[in-house]
C-alpha cells in the first residue's frame, strides 16, 4: 500500500527549530521534505554515523556524519520578526494566492 503525501508545514529552505528529542532546542535549515513520510532533513539535526567502503580507486572509505530524517511534526518555523519558533497559519491573499503567516505576528512567510 502507498502512502498518500501528506501537506507539510515546512518546505525546504524554511529555518526551524526542534521541539522535542534529543535534538530540541536546536535550529537548522530543511534541506529535504518528505511528504510521502511526513517527515523531513534538517542541517546539522539528527547526525548519523555511516560506514562507507570505497567504491572505485578514488573514492575513499571511511566514517561519515550525515543527516537523518526527523518527523516533520517535531518542528516549527522560525519567524523572523519574532525571532522564535510560531505555528503557522495559511491565508488567501487578494489575488488568489495562498501564504503562510506567523500566528503572532501575521509575518508572511516566503513560499
Known sequence: MVNKPRKLHVKKGDTVEIISGKDKGKRGVVLRALPSEGKIVVEGVNMLTKHQKPRGANQQGGIIHQEGAIYASKAMLVCKRCNKARRVARKVMEDG???????KCGETFAN
Open 97 to 103: 494566492t495562498k501564504v503562510r503567516v506567523c500566528k
